[in-house]
């Protein structure tokens, strides 16, 4: 019995060959893919007013939430604008802007998360404190991924993100910025908890005996302690910082001042922890 032709037989070793070499010369012959935009940093110095404020405003927050990052990009940089030319009219809705700014912090675009992290900067410079009254917790997830950013590796992301904390601690008040930064010396990410330290070292700075006091004396000086035992150096270096700062300002109108720092110590904290701060201030 006669077998009967297959129609979808596959094509022989030569045809297949054929077949390869068409497709590759056809691609070959396809222009390469666009690259992506170059984003331009711009300083804050260098920006310039929106010649529309009133109008731009309206549309900022559907411009922020954009599916095209480069237009996310540049409705940033419009973000820092508004807060140092025409903040009266960006402060109505600083809170949903703070919000879209952690969105873009989240990409994992570099170019959008470091614009994000500058934008931050500018609000703080502006804003201040008024940029810690959010009822939706803006503040809060925009500290976290602050201290995320400047956690990482990325060595252009995380100077930006050290740059804003800075900006934030020289533009609000020690105080209400403390307790927002106190439940992160207990992070479980150990850089966290360095740059929490680092950043309530350079508030603490700042700070007299009598917003030491509001805070809490004692529970600033067990933070210290804690942080003294931490696993990074940098978190370590911290608390000796906060301790001299403490110190400075526990012992100003005291004529016995070792004495009187020491005997609060003892007072205060475990016995180890107390004879680690006398320690660190004993060449003061």
């Not at 025409?86 to 949903?96: D, V």
């Not at 976290?144 to 930006?160: W, Y």
């Not at 740059?195 to 600033?220: D, Q, R």
Request: charged share 25%.
């Amino acid at each position: 019995m006669a077998l009967k032709p297959i129609d979808n037989a596959l094509p022989l070793p030569h045809e297949t060959a054929k077949f390869g070499v068409n497709e590759e010369s056809k691609i070959a012959s396809l222009p390469p893919p666009p690259a992506d935009p170059i984003i331009d940093y711009i300083s804050s110095e260098n920006l310039e007013p929106i010649s529309d404020p009133e109008s731009e405003i309206q549309g900022l927050v559907e411009e922020l939430d954009s599916k095209d990052w480069t237009r996310v990009c540049e409705s940033l940089n419009n973000v820092r604008r508004f807060a140092l030319y025409h903040s009266l009219l960006l402060l109505p809705i600083l809170e949903k802007v703070m919000l879209m700014v952690v969105k873009a912090m989240k990409n994992p675009r570099s170019a959008l998360c470091k614009t994000s992290i500058m934008a931050s900067s500018d609000i703080f410079k502006v804003f201040g404190d008024q940029s810690l009254d959010s009822a939706n917790n803006a503040f809060d997830n925009l500290l976290l991924q602050l201290l995320l950013k400047a956690s990482q590796d990325k060595r252009f992301v995380c100077e930006e993100a050290d740059k804003a904390l800075n900006a934030m601690v020289k533009s609000m008040t020690p105080l209400p910025l403390l307790n927002k930064l106190r439940p992160y010396v207990r992070h479980i990410n150990p850089r966290i908890r360095a740059k929490a330290a680092i950043t309530i070292s350079n508030s603490v700075s700042k700070m007299g005996l009598e917003a030491m006091n509001e805070f809490g004396l004692v529970s600033l000086v067990q933070m210290a302690a804690d942080l003294l035992n931490d696993r990074l150096p940098e978190a370590r270096e911290a608390a000796r910082n906060i301790v001299t700062c403490i110190y400075e300002a526990y012992t100003r109108n005291e004529e016995q001042k070792q004495e009187s720092w020491q005997n609060f110590c003892q007072s205060s904290l475990p016995p180890i922890h107390a004879q680690s701060m006398v320690k660190i201030t004993s060449s003061q």
